[in-house]
């Protein structure tokens, strides 16, 4: 067997963070019982065959490995481990990685990744600031280095890190991106779209930044085209909770524009009575699948804005204008569900609607 890694630590330089006891005593046979334990571990997760010799009296640790016959190469292990998520198993072996060669610069990213991700940012920005120290130009340090200095609320410091970055490469997604957003954070909305409209010209289907060049889009009144940017992104699809950001945009666009200068729709007041006569003869079941059938068409986006008839119903025959449907469902969901929230507010109509129905 090839000898693959060889290297040796003094007592003081190993993390005791990664064994969880930073208080731990540094000469006590505990320490000595744990590290060896701690590197033994890591190896295991390499295969092969690890020694781990301690010598307390010149306060050392020297760890030897040789790869067995089905051993991964160490590096491809770690990646492994990231692509499936599992940050907390890689962190101590991309540590140890480092250990064996300090001047592998793509251990310390992705170890200060690893730190930024499991929300321990100090320990982050150290090993990313190491490793920027080192190589000024690594664009993907630079970038997650701002990234962690955001999410540690340093936002001007972050913004100084993703500058840099920019002027190595300015079309990275994830620098444009990650400063925008760093600009919607400080309300400089002017700022962040020139660098939000260069991340959607990158990365066309990045539903977050499709989203973040819309929301400061309406923070500057430019509704018309918000409005579009986030139809896009519901039409692309992506994570629930950016995907609500765009929905609950359009919603309340939709409903400025219903509303206009006159406030109170009688159209709708007019479809509820309609609705509500006709929920005389259906049973609470059924008015229930029909709210929840004109709810998933709403999540594909109703137009009630537009007045033409061009909308069905699997419940209900006959042909439907979104505001029509809208009414519908608002007067269906008070029977079943009234405190929930359907993302729109026709209470005014709808209390108009009961007042005018006639006494059974």
Not at 82 to 97: C, D, E, F, H, S
Not at 176 to 181: D, E, Q, S, V
Request: aromatic content about 8%; charged content about 25%; glycine content about 8%.
């Amino acid at each position: 067997m090839a000898e693959e890694f060889t290297f040796k630590l003094n007592f003081d330089d190993f993390d005791l963070d990664l064994v969880e006891q930073p208080n731990l005593d540094r000469s006590s046979p505990l320490f000595v019982s744990v590290v060896n334990e701690f590197f033994v571990t890591q190896f295991q997760g390499f295969g092969g065959r690890a020694r781990v010799i301690v010598n307390e009296s010149a306060r050392e640790i020297e760890v030897r490995w040789t790869k067995g016959g089905s051993s991964k190469d160490p590096k491809d292990a770690v990646l492994e481990l990231l692509n499936r998520g599992q940050l907390q198993v890689a962190l101590p072996m991309i540590w140890t990685l480092i250990q064996n060669d300090p001047s592998d610069l793509d251990n310390y990213y992705n170890l200060g990744v690893v730190y930024s991700e499991l929300r321990n940012y100090p320990k982050a920005i150290e090993i990313l600031e190491r490793l920027v120290a080192a190589n000024p130009k690594h664009v993907h340090g630079l970038t997650a280095l701002g990234v962690a200095e955001i999410r540690s609320n340093n936002l001007l410091i972050g913004e100084e890190w993703l500058t840099q970055a920019l002027k190595l490469d300015s079309e990275n997604k994830w620098a444009l991106k990650n400063l925008g957003a760093c600009l919607l954070k400080q309300g400089r909305f002017s700022d962040a779209i020139p660098i939000l409209r260069r991340c959607v010209m990158v990365a066309p289907q990045d539903v977050q930044a499709i989203v973040a060049l819309g929301e400061a889009l309406v923070a500057v009144d430019q509704i018309d085209e918000a409005d579009v940017l986030f139809d896009q992104a519901i039409k692309i699809g992506g994570p629930d909770e950016v995907l609500d950001i765009a929905k609950k945009k359009r919603t309340k666009r939709a409903q400025d524009k219903l509303r206009g200068k006159g406030g109170f729709r009688p159209d709708s007041m007019m479809y509820m009575v309609g609705a509500l006569n006709r929920f005389k003869a259906m049973s609470k079941k059924e008015i229930q699948l029909l709210g929840f059938e004109i709810a998933l068409l709403g999540m594909k986006g109703l137009d009630i804005n537009d007045p033409s008839e061009k909308y069905t119903l699997k419940a209900w025959q006959g042909n439907f204008s979104g505001l029509h449907l809208l009414s519908i469902m608002y007067a269906a969901f008070k029977q079943f569900a009234p405190n929930d929230d359907v993302g729109i507010d026709l209470s005014g109509e709808y209390e108009s609607a009961l007042e005018s129905m006639e006494p059974n």
